[in-house]
């Protein structure tokens, strides 16, 4: 059974139909990217996966539960398999890094001996790449990049069954965004994580992806390996990658 | 005719708003660390303008206690006056608009800025809720320390009072202070005390309900932020007038 199963989902903000009947499935310890322009509705689709939007239509369902029909008490529970990394990092800025990180730890595990959880904090930010150092810093001290290795430092630091990531390397240098890439296989290959990954980072996609899909219009407009998409033949898809494939 | 329907929306979703909250101050884990922080917060932090809102507040009904008592010939009623006016009205509506303008605006703002840049969306996607984790401590801290900071205003006016009453305006203090103890009842207090813990509970539950909901950015959260102390002001003074028509029949 497929981890993550999106069938038929439809999502419109007023007037605007913003997904159009997307279905997709993620296999369980796997890599699957949602590839788009701005605007395509990547980030609408992530968020109905963890349950912060509701679909006008269609279902999804993770770990073979429905989290479509979820509230309150049931929903949040749902979510325990997750962790996510935002498009702005989305570090609360009233804690300091090692709140943030320690956050879904402490929530999660609230009886967990302070120097493990201290412990853990700092293995998880080492992973990317951050030392001792940024510890008692505040989110408002940091570089972006630092922003997003801090957010992927937290959704990690719980080792969730899945790994959401809205535009990670988005804004980051290519060494940093390489790293970023690294970490996402590294997850994969050493626990098994499924991760869901939305990006127009056309490189940073064929580096990280099993499987792939590219958005348009609301809309799955082709989907299969990398290899697969690469020679799909929908026009739209064709434009996407020649752009980038012509500049390398 | 929208803004009416748009109104009655707001308030049935207030009204919603409420009851989660409810339900979710019920379950487990509780977290006292919130809890006593926001009290610190909203109470502690409150204490000194409350205070000096109350000394100044005390200070001019002594003044014009003495000037309307005094064309009768009963100045020696204005410790009474002034005790009961503090505590079973002044007190209770001055803080909670004193605690509206000072922590309602920054419990809006902080949790629409959160809202704003996804950071309530993070909460969620690590299985805390935010009407848990954000709503619950800030809405019981203002519920409990709003009739504490009222107490203050009341201590600190009554004290004005005496001191505008028998240094200028020359009351002698025996009388002030025994027509206070003849007219001030228990019921008075309790009458003011439920008045401060309803608008504690209604206070936070705007200003949590306004910043949670915010959106469209900094100038979305600018106009949560005006809403709520709005909505905050024009609710404690109906629900003054409600609970003192129900009192007092």
């Known amino acids: 059974m497929a981890m993550i199963e999106v069938r038929d989902l439809w999502k419109a903000f007023g007037e605007k139909e913003v997904l159009r009947g997307v279905d ?100 998880s930010l080492r992973v990317v790449d951050l030392g001792d150092d940024v510890l008692d810093l505040w989110p408002a001290q940091l570089s972006g990049g630092m922003r997003k290795r801090v957010a992927l430092a937290r959704a990690l630091v719980a080792e969730p069954k899945v790994v959401l990531y809205d535009e990670p390397t988005t804004g980051l240098d290519p060494i940093t965004s390489d790293s970023v890439d690294q970490m996402i296989n590294r997850a994969k290959e050493r626990r098994g994580v499924t991760s869901m990954v939305i990006s127009h980072d056309i490189a ?45 | 005719m929208r803004r009416v329907r748009a109104a009655f929306e707001d308030f049935g979703d207030l009204l919603l708003f409420a009851g989660e909250s409810f339900a979710w101050a019920l379950r487990p884990p509780l977290r006292p660390e919130l809890l006593l922080l926001q009290m610190a917060a909203i109470g502690v932090g409150s204490t000194f303008i409350v205070a000096v809102t109350g000394l100044f507040a005390g200070m001019v009904l002594a003044l014009q206690g003495n000037y309307a008592m005094r064309q009768f010939g009963a100045e020696g009623y204005v410790g009474g006056f002034v005790a009961i006016s503090l505590v079973r009205e002044l007190g209770p509506v001055f803080t909670g608009l004193m605690v509206t303008g000072r922590s309602g605006s920054a419990i809006t703002t902080e949790l629409g800025t959160m809202r704003v840049t996804e950071q309530i969306d993070a909460m969620e996607s690590m299985a805390v809720n935010p009407i848990h984790y954000l709503v619950v401590p800030r809405v019981l801290a203002a519920t409990l320390m709003m009739p504490v900071l009222a107490m203050v205003f009341s201590g600190t006016g009554y004290l004005g009072g005496y001191l505008i009453g028998t240094y200028v305006s020359f009351i002698p203090p025996g009388p002030f202070i025994d027509h206070t103890r003849r007219m001030l009842e228990v019921s008075d207090v309790l009458h003011g005390l439920l008045k401060a813990v309803v608008f504690g509970a209604v206070v936070s539950l705007i200003a949590t309900h306004r910043g949670y909901s915010a959106s469209g950015g900094a100038r979305g959260v600018g106009e949560a932020t005006t809403r709520a102390v709005v909505w905050s002001s024009v609710g404690i003074l109906i629900l003054d007038y409600v609970i003192t028509f129900f009192a007092i029949g």
């Open chain 1, 204 to 248: 940073s996609a064929f580096r990280v992806a099993d499987r792939l899909a590219v958005l348009y219009d609301g809309r799955i407009a082709a989907q299969g390996t990398p290899e697969e998409v690469r020679r799909s033949e929908d026009p739209y898809v064709q434009r996407f990658l020649a752009l980038w494939f012509e500049k390398q």
């Open chain 1, 24 to 123: 997709l499935e993620v296999e369980r310890g796997r890599t699957f990217v949602v590839l788009g322009a701005s605007g395509s509705g990547k980030t609408v689709l992530l968020k109905h996966v963890i349950g912060l939007l509701q679909p006008d239509r269609g279902t999804v369902a993770v770990d073979g539960v429905e989290m479509s029909g979820l509230r309150g008490l049931a929903l949040t529970e749902a979510r325990r398999v997750f962790g996510m990394v935002f498009q702005g990092a989305a570090l609360f800025d009233s804690m300091t890094v090692f709140d943030n990180v320690a956050f879904p730890l402490r929530e999660k595990q609230r009886r967990l001996p302070f120097p493990e959880l201290e412990e853990r904090v700092v293995e």
